[in-house]
């Protein structure tokens, strides 16, 4: 007996390593799993494009072998952070003009700044900048609305990077379609030329209630629906909008949405600040996820979302850095979980709203369930994406630690993101990007702000 079963134990440790393609390890692995674990020492396995495991080191280096390794033992591992609202090629227009009312900033500055400059190659750079800018503070997937979204595709593939993609669709000419009808037309070519990618979700984007015509709303959800894509709007994002669709339908833009059909299919609704209990029981009930962005809505004086009550109702809600022109002037999704968690504590009074775990939660699995994307990123467990980044540990911010979901979100940095992979492959090294070249885009970036510039004096 005592023979047999060592010679079952001798076979057990000579049974081969099985053989996967990166081992990243660290001192914590937080996997934002359902059971919310964090490992200490931990490690994860990845075999092509998905994570193979997470575990313990010890036990992930006994089972597999791998061909390429990266240990960071002062450093954390997290899953890949999720930002739900972005116009990615706005970047070019960062800073163009700040602390001013929304119309003024729309009317004197953005829509002149687009109508001379936004062509595909303005596009190409804005969102190259844009994914430098995301993939080195840890964002492995967004979700953007803008023109020539096709071109934001191709940018966002060659950084690497994972994106949820909608075309815009508004009610006036711009700079890829004179109609919506022609809007609609890019929608449905990118939703065929996109279909089944490793890293883009093709959507469409009517960009509001207020913007676009009832009949192209709903052209936009059939669109949609036909290809099985999601479809991303703001809603109610200020008062002014709320007043405007009470004065007009008697309705909430939430409640107008929804007598028009336009959640019956999978919906991302960027900001719902002006949100009552009835507009969140509709989400609710529809199942629409929403991007909350506290900078912009902080920046222009839109207002507080009522993120507690989202949360109490199970809502599907991530977190968006809108912008980066006038809304917010940067893609930092860390000072987004940190502003979202102080902002919920200012408007209610009580410190103990949005816990830090909540925020990391909204970053990350709370995202990708906003995108309907949970099942694939989000978290790190077997099968899912290799979607992961390493945030050091080693500099005076972030030493003692006592607890890692307090330091990742109320102390912890982006410029602390040290290394990423997306899908699978290593997208950041040490800080650097291994898949764009960053002083070629900045330098294309200063050249394009020196258009921009010479083409708002040139009125
Ligand atoms: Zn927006």
Redesign the pocket.
Known sequence: MFRSCSLLLLLAFRLPAEPVDWIWSARYVITMDPQRRVIENGAVAVKQDRIAAVGPRAGIDRRFESRKRLDRPDALILPGLVNT?T?AAMSLFRGIADDLRLQDWLEKYIFPAEAKNVSPEFVRWGTKLACLEMLLSGTTTFTD?YYFEDVVAEAAKEAGMRGVLGETIIGFPVADAKTPADALKLAERMLARFRGDPLIVAAVAPHALYTNSDATLGAARALANRYHAPLIT?LSETKRENEESMAKRKMTPTAALDALGLFKGRTLV??AVWTDDADLRILKSRGVGVAH?PS?NMKLSSGAAPVVKMLALNLAVGLGT?GPAG?NNDFDLCEEMDLAAKLQKLITGDPQALPARTALEMATIGGARALGLEKEIGSLEAGKRADFITVRLDRPHAVPLYDVYSQMVYALKGSDVRDVMVNGREVVQDGQCLTLNSGAVMAKAREFGHKVKASLQAR
């Open positions: 609202h116009h609305m703001h960027a900001h962005c912009s809108d809304s």
